[in-house]
Nanobody, 124 residues
Framework: QVQLVESGGGLVQAGGSLRLSCAAS????????MGWFRQAPGKEREFVAY????????VYADSVKGRFTISRDNAKNTVYLQMNSLKPEDTAVYYC?????????????????WGQGTQVTVSS
C-alpha cells in the first residue's frame, strides 16, 4: 500500500507559479502511475495531470495544458506539479493519487490511493 502527502499549496496572484509536491511511502513507488486531481467548492473532483510509472508518458487536462507540468523522482518517492500562469479558476484543493495501471489516466476509478489534499488559491 501507498501513503501520499501533498504539500506546496498556498496563496498566489494570477499569473504566478506554485510547485506542489506529493511524497509517497513505501519501496514500490515506481510501480504506480501517478495523477493529480483538483476539487473546487461545489464542484466534482476533476482530472489535472497524469504521469506513467517511469515518467515517460504524461497526460494533461485541456484546462491546464501548456501551463502545468507533472514530473516524478522515483529515487525520492515524490511526484511534482509545477503550475505556471495560474488563473483564479485554478483555485481548488489539489490531490495526488496513485494507481497500478491505470486503465484510464483521467478516471478517478483508476487510482487506489489518495493524499489528503493541499489548498491552492489564486487571487485576481
Amino acid at each position: 500500500q501507498v501513503q501520499l502527502v501533498e504539500s506546496g499549496g498556498g496563496l498566489v496572484q494570477a499569473g504566478g507559479s506554485l510547485r506542489l509536491s506529493c511524497a509517497a511511502s513505501g519501496r514500490t513507488f515506481s510501480s504506480y502511475a501517478m495523477g493529480w486531481f483538483r476539487q473546487a467548492p461545489g464542484k466534482e473532483r476533476e482530472f489535472v495531470a497524469y504521469i506513467s510509472r517511469s515518467g515517460g508518458s504524461t497526460v494533461y487536462a485541456d484546462s491546464v495544458k501548456g501551463r502545468f507540468t507533472i514530473s516524478r523522482d522515483n529515487a525520492k518517492n515524490t511526484v511534482y506539479l509545477q503550475m505556471n500562469s495560474l488563473k483564479p479558476e485554478d483555485t481548488a484543493v489539489y490531490y495526488c493519487a496513485a494507481g497500478k495501471g491505470p486503465y484510464s489516466s483521467r478516471s478517478l476509478d483508476s487510482y487506489e490511493y489518495w493524499g489528503q489534499g493541499t489548498q491552492v488559491t489564486v487571487s485576481s
